[in-house]
């Protein structure tokens, strides 16, 4: 199967706004997730953060949901020679929500996805049409994995994948009404979890096929799959046994072993049943002794953006050789055992895996390599 | 990559209340007949017995039908689970129940109407209703890009992701709908079409 790498990415969410302050406050273990004053906990861009770039670039006649698309790829195009502007580069865009939190206005033409994105990819002057993805939480993962497959169908060389979600009252009055929201900062994978906290942000990678205009250490895409239960639209899988199976064809797919995969990076929301699906589910791929991290303690859930942030994050922690830690954890709190830790750990490392489950019983499962070119 | 063979064994496409399977039109309602009631009709016609259907939102309902006309008399068990998936698009994603959410968030935000705020629900709905365990994708297009979904398609059965798929358009948004549904399989089956983006258009205009 034909190398796809990835050439350039940007994180913009309340830890900073680019990947680099992304990681690094990852790493030391500072968290995006505060009390807002309405009551309750999110993660959300501090006010001021966003508005200063959006003028600069003069994104004033967009929505904040465009901005943070716009800039994200701005930021990670600007590290990279390719350009939107090929027609060999395909333009990718995950969302669940979009401009939903317009949905009051009435306008009714600015909140259809598709538009938006065309919106973004005209700021961006993207040469292709921008491909949108909207399938719940995996949906940044399956974007990247539908980026992967798009440059292997020999139609592109290259394929800039962007994502972003905000957290709006409309998100949070819906996991609200299914009693889903965490009344602190969400406990991953913990004994006392209760429910989700809900973060916002964006983040782009650059795919490209094109070895020879990179350098130094960087993150090849292994294999990657999606599945469905066809067991509950809200509820995930009673036994893990799909998400099992896209683990097993991501982790086979690529030549690897269990053994091989440096750590999870799970989905990991702090809900009772989707922790507790994923336990059964890493048993049942071999990954019972592989380090497990879940990244909802700094992002909170970031729904279409969090497959692509969380994966982001996780190829730059591989290259450091750390699984990150997974705030809010401190006691075991899933029927059979994970290896989480509440503290960073080393260790040395070539791959990682990724995975991201949904509603509409959706997962998905994608293998990260990093090599030297 | 090479291209090997693949069919199109089934096609379903709804519209203007008339469903049409296979080439053939085999259902009709009156003009006058609204939305919500021309696809409970066609719940009574086609199936009556899966509760859960009532439940659905209306996006739900219109692909959960179609794709049950489509598969009616399809045996799919020989296929693993896993083998089979479901690759789906539209331009109004959930806009319709989206709506209708957040008219109940000003007095009790409905919990059974919000899980339908994502456009692939209809993909795990279709997935519960057949046990479809393999790929899952939802794309937003301003139109049905034919190429593009049986491109996509194809290159999931060229790389054995999948053996079989239920592929397709499913649009609605307050009264306006729009469902076109193929099953595409490698294995041809009586009548089949050759898995092509022309002979997809063909069915679907």
Request: overall charge neutral; proline content about 5%.
């Amino acid at each position: 199967m034909m190398n796809v790498f990835v050439a350039a990415d940007n994180i913009i969410s309340p830890l900073g706004v680019t990947t680099r302050s992304n990681v690094e406050q990852v790493l030391k273990g500072a968290g995006g997730i505060s009390r807002r004053p309405g009551g309750g906990y999110g993660a959300v861009i501090p006010p001021g953060t966003l508005e200063p770039l959006a003028d600069a670039a003069q994104l004033q006649a967009y929505t904040r949901f465009e901005q943070l698309l716009i800039l994200s790829v701005k930021d990670a195009l600007s590290r990279t020679h390719i350009s939107l502007r090929n027609e060999r580069t395909a333009f990718i865009v995950s969302t669940t929500k979009g401009n939903i939190a317009l949905l009051e206005e009435g306008d009714v033409p600015t909140l259809r996805l598709h538009n938006t994105a065309e919106r973004v990819a005209a700021c961006l002057g993207a040469k292709n049409k921008p491909l949108v993805v909207s399938n719940a939480c995996i949906s940044g993962l399956l974007a990247i994995l539908i980026g992967q497959r798009l440059i292997r169908s020999g139609q592109f060389d290259h394929a800039v994948v962007c994502g972003a979600d905000l957290f709006t009252p409309f998100v949070l009055s819906g996991f609200q009404s299914f009693q889903a929201v965490s009344d602190e900062p969400c406990r991953p994978f913990d004994a006392a979890r209760r429910g989700v906290t809900l973060g916002e942000g964006a983040g782009t990678v650059v795919l490209t096929n094109q070895a020879t205009s990179l350098a130094g250490m960087v993150a090849r895409l292994g294999e990657g799959a999606s599945c469905n239960d066809a067991n509950h639209i809200s509820g995930p899988s009673r036994t893990g046994g799909e998400l099992a199976g896209a683990i097993r064809k991501a982790v086979a797919g690529s030549g690897l072993r269990p053994a091989d995969i440096g750590f999870v990076s799970a989905h990991g929301t702090a809900t009772l049943y989707n922790d507790e699906m994923e336990a059964k589910a890493f048993h049942l791929a071999g990954l019972q002794q592989t380090p497990v991290n879940s990244l909802k303690g700094y992002y909170g859930h970031t729904l279409g953006a969090a497959g692509l942030i969380e994966a982001i994050v996780g190829m730059h922690a591989m290259f450091e050789g750390i699984v990150p830690a997974t705030a809010g954890f401190q006691q075991p709190g899933t029927s059979l055992p994970l290896v989480v830790s509440g503290q960073p750990r080393q260790r040395p490392m070539e791959h990682y895996l990724k995975t991201t489950s949904g509603f509409g019983g959706c997962n998905a499962a994608m293998v990260f390599s990093k090599v030297i070119l | 990559m090479s291209n090997t063979s693949a069919h199109i064994t089934a096609s379903c496409i709804i519209r203007g209340n008339t469903v049409v399977k296979n080439g053939v039109r085999v259902y009709e309602a009156p003009p006058d007949v609204t939305l919500p009631e021309f696809l409970r009709g066609l719940y009574d016609r086609y199936s009556g017995q899966y509760p859960k259907f009532h439940k659905m939102d209306l996006l739900s309902k219109l692909g959960w039908a179609a794709a049950e006309i489509l598969l009616q008399e399809v045996p799919m068990e020989h296929y693993a689970p896993e083998d089979t998936g479901v690759i789906l698009a539209n331009t109004s994603s959930s806009l319709d129940t989206d709506e209708r959410y957040a008219e109940t968030m000003k007095e009790i935000a409905s919990p059974a109407l919000f899980v339908y705020t994502l456009p692939n629900i209809v993909i795990g709905e279709i997935s519960i209703r057949h046990t479809f365990k393999g790929e899952n994708a939802f794309f937003v297009a301003d139109a049905f890009d034919i190429p593009f979904i049986t491109g996509y398609v194809q290159q999931l059965l060229n790389e054995g992701t999948l053996q079989a798929a239920v592929c397709g358009w499913v649009e609605q948004y307050h009264s306006g709908y729009d469902a076109a549904l193929y099953l595409v399989e490698k294995k041809p089956r009586n009548g089949s079409l050759p898995f092509t983006a022309n002979e997809a258009e063909k069915l679907y205009r």
